[in-house]
């Protein structure tokens, strides 16, 4: 079985941590790492900071990648609700990186700051409002990626979380992923280009998750290209409930033009090999979807060779709303209203799945 992030949830009763020895944690405090990137994401009910940090290693001197993990160096302390996250890591990020730029306007965070480094630290600290938020560390890891020149990369983020406490229940959180942006088209058929109609799509998705009290964060809003793995890291970083990636379909291309229009319908794609694997969310969506749109409904697609399917280790899904190619299917899909149902399909069988879910939970 493949190594899998394990959520490491630390609460900051303890005032000082230290990050969880593992075996190989010998290794680890010899390996130079990096924080490569930090990442920060604003919910309605949450504020996210996730310092990315990386070593990379020869695929030799590895005996056994899939067994690996590499756990960074860190402390946190804190004191009158200022963290501060000390990772013994070299900084590549830019000299300029002005943090608290990052966090634009939240209810919880009043300060986010990297400071100037010694060279072999990075400290990163962020005040927030006890009144207002909680705040928790983990730690998530990022599918290894072996690189051409044999090399494995490693990244595992060290995330703080600062959830809102007057919230009770905490809200469901929802990543929502409309595929392609900038120069990856996605399909194009009838004039359409699909990285466009996923985008309204979702961003109308979005609009009726939040209506309802859902917690969204979506991997683009503009005609942006996030890379997969970018897209996959906010769901296990969020620790999202469900990953949605929102997709149209299309026939190969070197099929003839005649038998390309042929095909029309919805379908949805999971991974049966995942941590969580989402066979019921797919078919709820594949169903919701079909009955809505009265659309043809292809058989669900196990599809565990997916980048964003198996790089997320909470339950994820592709739909693929309708197909493009087919001149009725192209029609609808250029209609706001339609994609506007589209929406809302997707909605309730989303929000059916977790109905489901919290049923069966009260039942064992
Ligand atoms: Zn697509």
């Given amino acids: 079985m493949p190594v899998f992030a394990s959520y490491v949830t630390l609460f900051i009763a303890i005032l000082f941590l230290v990050s969880p020895v593992s075996a190989a944690a010998d290794l680890a405090e010899t390996l130079p790492a990096s924080v490569v990137a930090v990442k920060t994401f604003q919910l309605e009910h949450k504020d996210v900071v996730a310092v990315a940090v990386e070593t990379q290693l020869p695929a030799a001197s590895v005996s056994d990648p899939l067994a690996y993990t590499f756990e960074p160096q860190y402390h946190i302390t804190e004191r009158n609700s200022i963290l501060t996250l000390t990772v013994a890591a070299q900084s590549t990020l830019p000299a300029d990186t002005n943090a608290a730029a990052l966090i634009k306007f939240s209810p919880r965070l009043t300060r986010l700051a990297t400071m100037p480094d010694n060279k072999n630290d990075f400290i990163l600290t962020a005040a927030y409002s006890s009144r207002n938020a909680t705040a928790a560390v983990t730690t998530v890891k990022r599918k290894r990626v072996i690189q051409p020149d044999d090399t494995i990369i490693f990244r595992t983020y060290l995330v703080l979380t600062f959830s809102d406490t007057l919230t009770t229940p905490p809200p469901k959180t929802i990543v929502l992923d409309p595929g392609h942006g900038g120069t990856a088209l996605g399909a194009t058929s009838n004039y359409l280009l699909e990285k466009e109609l996923n985008l ?78 989402a066979k019921e969310l797919a078919t709820l969506l594949a169903n919701e979807l079909a009955g809505t749109l009265h659309l043809h409904q292809y058989p669900l697609q196990d599809r565990p060779g997916l980048v964003v399917l198996n790089s997320s280790w ?51």
């Fill in 200 to 277: 309204d799509i979702t961003l109308l998705s979005r609009d009726i998750f939040r209506q309802h009290g859902y917690d969204v964060y979506m991997t683009r809003t503009d005609d942006s290209n996030p890379s997969l793995l970018d897209r996959a890291d906010a769901a296990n970083i969020l620790q999202a409930d469900a990953f949605l990636a929102i997709h149209n379909n299309s026939m190969p291309t070197d099929m003839p033009d005649a038998a390309r229009k042929l095909y029309r319908g919805t379908t949805a794609l999971y991974n049966s090999s995942a941590l969580k694997p």
């Fill in 314 to 364: 909470v339950p994820a899904v592709i739909v693929e709303v309708a197909m493009m190619p087919h001149p009725q299917d192209a029609k609808l899909l250029s209609q706001r209203v339609y994609r506007q149902q589209a929406a809302q399909a997707i909605f309730q069988a989303t929000d059916k799945y977790f109905s489901l879910t919290a049923l069966a939970t009260r039942r064992n």
